[in-house]
């Protein structure tokens, strides 16, 4: 039976200027480069400057997008943008990328699933473009997590950085199998009774403030290698294909233990896990636009590779998505 599926163009991204070292913070806080990069994986982080906001590093990213795809912004119907840290509450952050890029028509929103959130869009993207509402959308992964830190916080002002990164996919007549080209599977999942082990204490509703972000790392840890294994299994298996079949994992990046040890549950060697995370550290809802965007760029993916991502976050929220190159 043949169907619409989602293909990819192209994709690109966008780091802020400064680079923060681990070795930054030994300045203040009790903390090393030793624990850190031992713990995490992280070596350095991007900050986004001051006055830089959340839709300057998605625009830039976007117009690296469009320019690797040969294509402005009025080929463009619709936006959907992941961010955990928007520049107002609203409108959407999608919207100033709207303008920015030129797209004269369509439709830009926001999509909040904090660092699983670019999985949610994506999934997002693919039910849009199935319905027949866009022909070409623009998913974006942009944070500057940078805003929301608490910096006496060693157990997470450490982890995160800021970034941001675009994938343009377009509809595309196929024939309805595994071996089609595109978004062949998505996989959601939250689950609220945990909502307080990864979360931000502030809020429009309830402080009136931002808020920093808080969490009991080891939990999280925990939930994070059985639910991502889980959710990239079930999306393989919707995709009629098996682990072996998958050429690249691209997992949100948060912790080069999780991501080693989900992979290890999956079966799959270190050698076919694209890692960014000792450059970018945890990016939220960019880490994995961002390592495609990177991976794509070094000529890493072939056409036809098959790519599983997966990505967990506060909610707790988490998903897979598995697409044909
Ligand atoms: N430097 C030095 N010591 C530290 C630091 C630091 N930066 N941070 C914590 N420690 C200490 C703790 O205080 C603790 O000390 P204690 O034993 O004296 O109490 C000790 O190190 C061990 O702390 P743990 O939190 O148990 O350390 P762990 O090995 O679990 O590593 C980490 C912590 C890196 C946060 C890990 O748990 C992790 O990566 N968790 C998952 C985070 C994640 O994946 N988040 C994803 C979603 S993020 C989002 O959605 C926004």
């Known amino acids: 039976m043949s169907l619409v599926r989602a293909v990819p163009v192209s994709c690109g991204h966008y780091l802020p200027a400064r680079v923060v070292e681990n070795a930054e913070f030994e300045k203040t806080l009790d903390t ?5 990069a031992s713990r995490t994986g992280i070596r350095r982080r991007h900050f986004a400057a001051e006055g830089e906001t959340t839709s300057d590093l998605a625009i830039a990213a976007a117009k690296a997008a469009l320019a690797n795809g040969g294509l402005s912004g009025t080929d463009i119907d619709a936006i959907v943008l992941a961010t955990a840290t928007p520049d107002q509450t609203f409108p959407a952050t999608a919207v100033r990328v709207q303008t920015a890029i030129g797209m004269e028509g369509g439709f830009a929103f926001d999509i909040q699933a904090v660092c699983a959130g670019f999985v949610f869009a994506l999934a997002q993207a693919d039910a849009l473009m199935r319905a027949g509402l866009a022909k070409r959308v623009m998913v974006i992964g942009a944070e500057t997590f940078s805003r929301i830190l608490d910096f006496t916080d060693r157990g997470t002002c450490v982890l995160f950085g800021d970034g941001a990164g675009a994938l343009i996919l377009e509809t595309q007549e196929s024939a309805g199998g595994p071996q089609d080209r595109g978004i062949l599977a998505t996989n959601l999942n939250s689950d609220g009774r945990f909502a307080d082990i990864l979360y931000v204490d502030g809020g ?29 299994e079930a999306a393989l298996a919707s995709a009629g294909l098996e682990t072996s079949d998958v050429d690249w994992l691209v997992p949100h990046q948060a912790n080069l233990r999780i991501m080693t040890q ?24 960019a880490s994995i636009p961002l390592a495609l965007s990177v991976a794509a760029g070094e000529g890493r993916f072939k056409r036809g590779d098959v790519l599983l991502m997966e990505a967990i976050g506060g909610g707790l929220s988490w998903g897979a998505a598995v697409m044909r190159w």
């Open 204 to 232: 429009p509703s309830s402080t009136g403030t931002a808020g920093v972000v808080h969490m009991s790392g080891r939990e999280v840890f925990k939930h994070a290698v059985i639910k991502l294994a889980q959710a990239g």
């Open 262 to 285: 989900t992979a290890a549950k999956l079966g799959m060697p270190i050698e076919k896990v694209v890692v960014t995370v000792q450059d970018h550290g945890n990016t939220s809802a």
């Open 32 to 36: 090393s480069d030793e624990w850190i």
